[in-house]
Structures are given as structure tokens and as C-alpha cells.
């Protein structure tokens, strides 16, 4: 239904949950103060108007009383209960929340005349399960305003519609980070704090690009290219928990334990201080690990199948600092993930029976 509410109406019945609240169901983002402040300024001038639509999700409590009239017809009388914090904000909730800031938010005085009120544009939905509505919001979000990317990936493992380009390396991320050598240090919510890396920091680059580097074709069938989707494949056309993916999910989830295990294992022959201490090392940053994965792409592109010894071959790799100070003179980036990934490899050809390839960048590795 697309009708119009005041604000203060609106703002009764409709309610927002926080994905921080670990609620799966849950898949907003935290109010933002700013965006509220500016928005009530805006609302508050004189002829300021909203023509972007709220959409509101009514709750299975009042889904049976939300009523329209005549039945069949396309303009009609919308009845809907003002039951208190009965219907979920899919999208807009910046918007209508910047109202409580204004006298738009109290039902205006009658006397001695009646007051202005700020009718919001509105898209109303019935029988919208939840899932469908973290959707809604992702491809929404996805395609305008860009939320926080932590936040997108997280909503992916959510949904688990494999379609899109961002669920699968999540999910990989999001399992890591429930076992060593990764347990509990990346942050999987956008108000989680004190982590090294964010999900998004450690999925939507040297992952999902050149590990699993996912091509869509105009025709919209959607290929991979990279060594890991190689070495366990799955089928984005099926659902996440089909025995195919399950088994394909679990191979790469173990390869990337055993790799990372291998590099800390390495690292804390030196010293455990690198892996654990993230203020002074960036092994477990966004550019070390990264570099990291480019790294286990050239190897798995000369060596797919992983039937050797890994503790063995990175051995080597301990040599180098990945002190933060030394990790920030190859940059950021791109360039940054590829200049540390060289000399990582650099490092592994001088001492392993065979090489692997290194990255084109602008600066020398």
C-alpha cells in the first residue's frame, strides 16, 4: 500500500531493531546522530518536503487488522491499527527518526488553530517476513546510499542468497572468526570494537576478488575463475545448506584455517606478540591480511591441489617484521596488498623449490 501518515503517527507504530543487537532477524543500522540532527533542520524550514518513501514492514500482530476498502479497488480507504512499535522500519528510518527532534513529533493542537502537520510518503507491507526484509534493505542500500560495508557483508550471511557477490566470502569470514587462529578477532558487527580487521576488510577484497573472483556476464550467469573456487566448488543456483555447498564451504574454510595456522604458528616461534598485539604488528590487519591472501592465491594458481606442507614452505616468512610502521611504507590499497604481498613472495622464493608468481603494481615490490 502507498499512502501518506503524519510523522508523529509514524512514528508510534514504527520501531527499528539493530543488527548490533545479534538478533538474525535484526539488519538496521545504528541511528546516526548527525544525519537525525540535520534532517530535523531540514524538516523544520519552511516549504521542506520528503518525496522518498518510508517503507514500513506491519508486524504479524496487527497483519490481520490492517485493512482496505473497497477490496479490489486500486484508490481506497487504508485502515491500519496505531498499536505502539507495531511495524519495523525496512528503510527511512533516518528520516522519520530526524522528526523526534521537531515539534512533528507531538499530534498537534487543535486550538486556537489548528497546527501544520508533515505528511510522510509511506509504502506499506503486509506478510513481509524478515529475511525478505533484510533483502529489501541490502539491495537497497547496496544500490543507492552505500551503508557501512561491515554491515552489508553481515547482513549477506543473514539472507545467504549466494547470487550476491558479497554472501559466500562472508560467510567463509564469518566462520573464521568462531575458530582459531581468527576466533573472536574480527569484527563482525559494525559496533563491535578493539578488533584487528573488519569483516568486510578481510572478505571483499583479496577473497572475493582473486581467490574466488567472481565474473557476471551480461546474460546475468554469474562465473568463477579463482584457485579456492577451484579447489571446493559450489553452486550459487542452490541454497546455501544444499550438501554440494555445505561440503564445498567446509573444504575452503579448512584450507584457510590450515594456511593462517601455519602463518601464526610461523610467527610465533619469534615472538606471540605479532599475531596477538595489533598496535604495534599488522599481520592481523586489513593490509597484512590481505597481502596474505594474495599470497595463498599465487600459491594455489601454482599449486591447486595444497598437498604439501605448509608450516614448512611459509617458515621463511618469519623474517620479516610486519611491525605497523614497516607494513605502511607499501601503502594502502590495492597497491599497498600487492607491494607486501611481493615481498612476502619474495621472501618464499628465495628458500621454496618452486616459485610463485608475483603482482604487477605501481611501486616496486
Given at each position: 500500500y502507498v499512502f501518506t501518515l503524519p510523522?508523529?503517527?509514524l512514528l508510534r507504530i514504527g520501531y527499528v531493531y539493530r543488527r548490533s543487537l545479534r538478533a538474525r532477524s535484526a539488519y538496521q543500522r545504528m541511528i546516526n546522530q548527525q544525519r537525525t540532527e540535520k534532517i530535523a533542520k531540514f524538516v523544520t524550514l519552511p516549504h521542506a518536503f520528503l518525496p522518498n518513501a518510508i517503507l514500513l514492514a506491519f508486524d504479524e500482530e496487527i497483519h490481520d487488522k490492517v485493512g482496505f476498502n473497497p477490496p479490489e479497488a486500486i484508490v481506497g480507504k487504508l485502515t491500519i491499527p496505531m498499536n505502539y512499535c507495531s511495524s519495523w522500519i525496512?528503510?527511512?528510518?533516518?528520516?522519520?527518526?530526524?522528526?523526534?527532534?521537531?515539534?512533528?513529533?507531538?499530534?498537534?493542537?487543535?486550538?486556537?488553530?489548528?497546527?501544520?502537520?508533515?505528511d510522510l510518503l509511506v509504502v506499506g507491507l503486509?506478510?513481509?517476513?524478515?529475511?525478505?526484509?533484510?533483502?529489501?534493505?541490502?539491495?537497497?542500500?547496496?544500490?543507492?546510499?552505500?551503508?557501512?560495508?561491515t554491515?552489508?557483508?553481515d547482513l549477506t550471511t543473514l539472507i545467504k542468497d549466494?547470487?550476491?557477490?558479497?554472501?559466500?566470502?562472508?560467510?567463509?569470514?564469518?566462520?573464521?572468526?568462531?575458530?582459531?587462529?581468527?576466533?573472536?578477532?574480527?569484527?563482525?558487527f559494525e559496533v563491535s570494537r578493539a578488533k584487528p580487521i573488519t569483516l568486510a576488510g578481510f572478505a571483499k577484497w583479496a577473497l572475493s576478488r582473486e581467490l574466488l573472483k567472481r565474473k557476471e556476464h551480461r546474460d546475468g550467469q554469474i562465473e568463477y575463475l579463482g584457485p579456492l573456487f577451484k579447489y571446493a566448488e559450489f553452486d550459487y543456483t542452490r541454497d546455501f545448506q544444499d550438501p554440494l555447498?555445505?561440503?564445498?564451504?567446509?573444504?575452503?574454510?579448512?584450507?584457510?584455517?590450515?594456511?593462517?595456522?601455519?602463518?601464526?604458528?610461523?610467527?610465533?616461534?619469534?615472538?606471540?606478540e605479532i599475531w596477538n598485539n595489533p598496535r604495534e604488528y599488522g599481520i592481523t590487519k586489513t593490509t597484512g591480511v590481505n597481502a596474505l591472501l594474495l599470497v595463498l592465491n599465487s600459491l594455489m594458481e601454482s599449486r591447486p591441489e595444497m598437498g604439501f606442507d605448509?608450516?614448512?614452505y611459509l617458515k621463511p616468512i618469519s623474517r620479516l617484521s610486519f611491525k605497523n610502521r614497516w607494513i605502511v611504507r607499501f601503502g594502502g590499497g590495492w597497491d599497498g596488498f600487492k607491494g607486501l604481498a611481493n615481498r612476502i613472495i619474495r621472501e618464499l622464493n628465495r628458500n621454496a623449490d618452486f616459485r610463485i608468481k608475483y603482482y604487477k603494481t605501481k611501486k616496486r615490490a
Open positions: 510523522a508523529h503517527r525496512v528503510d527511512g528510518q533516518h528520516r522519520l527518526y530526524g522528526f523526534n527532534r521537531t515539534s512533528y513529533s507531538e499530534p498537534p493542537p487543535t486550538s486556537p488553530k489548528p497546527a501544520q502537520v508533515f503486509k506478510g513481509f517476513r524478515p529475511q525478505d526484509q533484510a533483502k529489501a534493505f541490502v539491495d537497497i542500500n547496496d544500490n543507492q546510499k552505500r551503508i557501512d560495508p554491515l552489508l557483508c549466494l547470487r550476491h557477490p558479497l554472501t559466500w566470502p562472508s560467510l567463509l569470514v564469518e566462520e573464521l572468526n568462531s575458530r582459531e587462529p581468527w576466533k573472536d578477532r574480527i569484527r563482525i555447498n555445505k561440503q564445498a564451504f567446509s573444504k575452503q574454510v579448512n584450507l584457510l584455517v590450515r594456511y593462517f595456522t601455519a602463518i601464526r604458528e610461523s610467527f610465533d616461534r619469534v615472538s606471540v605448509l608450516a614448512s
